[in-house]
C-alpha cells in the first residue's frame, strides 16, 4: 500500500515511514485515545514512499498483555477510489445545480414576456370573451412553466443543503381555483371527470410557502 519492502520497513517508526509532519498531532491523538483502551478507526491520509497521499480507512487497537500495553495493530484499507468517486459525484452535482440555475434565469426572461403581455392582452375591452379565455390558460400555464423552474432550483437547492422555506400569507381559494383551472383541461383530454370539493373550515388566508404548496398539491 505505501511501496515499502519488508526489510525498508522493519524496524523504523511507522509515523516517519507514512504520516506528513502536518499529521504529527493527529497521530499523538491517536496513541493518547489508545494507550487509554479505545480503538481508533477513522477516514485520514496517508503518504506513499513516492510522496503520493494515499486516502484510507485507519483501524488501530492496542494490544494488551497482563494489563500492559505491550503493542499496537494498525490496519489499512485504501480507499482512494471511494474518496475520488466521492469527489467526482459533488462536482457533477455542482455543474448540475450550476446548469439548473443558468437555464431557469435564461427561460424565466420569455416567460415574463409572455406573462406580461398576456395579463396586459386580457385588460383590452375590444377582444371577445371566448379569446379572453385563451389568454387567461396561457397566462396561467405560463404562471406553472414558471413555478415548475422555481421547483427546479429548489431541488438543486435541496440537493446543496440550502433549501429554505418561504413562509407568507396568501389567498388558498385562489390557489385551489388556479390547480382546478389548471387540471380540468388535461383531465378533460384524459377523459377523467375532475372534481374539487372544499369544506366550509377551510380558511381562505392561509400563511406558508405557497410555491411547495402548490407543488404538492398539484402532484396528489
Known sequence: LFGYS??????????????EERRYDETRSYLRHLQDGQAIREITQR?????????????ESAVVIEGHVAAYIAQYHDITEL?????????????????????????RTPLTAIL?????????????PEEVAYLRTIHLNGEHLLLLLNNLLDLARLESGQIVLDERDFN?????????????????HEHVRLSFHRAPDVPQYIRTDEIKLH??????
Do not use: C, T
Not at 48 to 56: F, L, Y
Open 83 to 107: 474518496v475520488q468517486a466521492r469527489k467526482d459525484s459533488e462536482a457533477a452535482n455542482r455543474a448540475k445545480s450550476a446548469f439548473l440555475a443558468n437555464m431557469s434565469h435564461e427561460l
Open 172 to 188: 388558498l381559494y385562489r390557489l385551489l381555483d388556479e390547480l382546478r383551472y389548471l387540471l380540468s383541461a388535461r383531465a378533460e
Open 6 to 19: 519488508a526489510s525498508e520497513a522493519i524496524g523504523q517508526r511507522i509515523q516517519e515511514l507514512v504520516v
Open 116 to 128: 406580461g403581455f398576456s395579463e396586459l392582452l386580457q385588460q383590452r375591452s375590444a377582444i371577445p
Open 47 to 59: 503518504r506513499h514512499k513516492n510522496g503520493r497521499i494515499v486516502e484510507v480507512e485507519l483501524h
Open 215 to 220: 407543488h404538492v398539491l398539484l402532484h396528489l
